[in-house]
Nanobody
Framework: QVQLVEFGGGLVQAGGSLRLSCAAS????????MGWFRQAPGKEREFVAA???????YYADSVKGRFTISRDNAKNTVYLQMNSLKPEDTAVYYC?????????????????WGQGTQVTVSS
């Protein structure tokens, strides 16, 4: 079983920045598509960003130009740099790992999940 642990959530003012980290166990991290999803109270979990094994990135329209996903395979870690944060970014953010890489924007495609980290953006 692959274990994922997120770090970096917290409280930030609108316009500020946070960097989330997701550390993974296992020896095949470099073969996984890695994704970030978020879920606000009363809402469905939604796609935020994904990065393929060779580095191709994808973003939800709501975060393009503000968020950047990256990975360091040597450290088994994926990051989400979040700039120009807005109150509507407030949610629990989850890191996921997908072995297939077929549907990066579907939460039910991912095989492993972290426990989530809370991001709260105040006005």
């Amino acid at each position: 079983q692959v274990q994922l642990v997120e770090f970096g959530g917290g409280l930030v003012q609108a316009g500020g920045s946070l960097r989330l980290s997701c550390a993974a166990s296992g020896r095949t991290f470099s073969s996984y598509t890695m994704g970030w999803f978020r879920q606000a109270p009363g809402k469905e979990r939604e796609f935020v960003a994904a990065i393929l094994p060779l580095g191709t990135t994808y973003y939800a329209d709501s975060v393009k130009g503000r968020f950047t996903i990256s990975r360091d395979n040597a450290k088994n870690t994926v990051y989400l740099q979040m700039n120009s944060l807005k109150p509507e970014d407030t949610a629990v953010y989850y890191c996921g790992a997908d072995r297939s890489g077929s549907y990066y924007d579907r939460n039910n495609e991912y095989d492993y999940w972290g426990q989530g980290t809370q991001v709260t953006v105040s006005s």
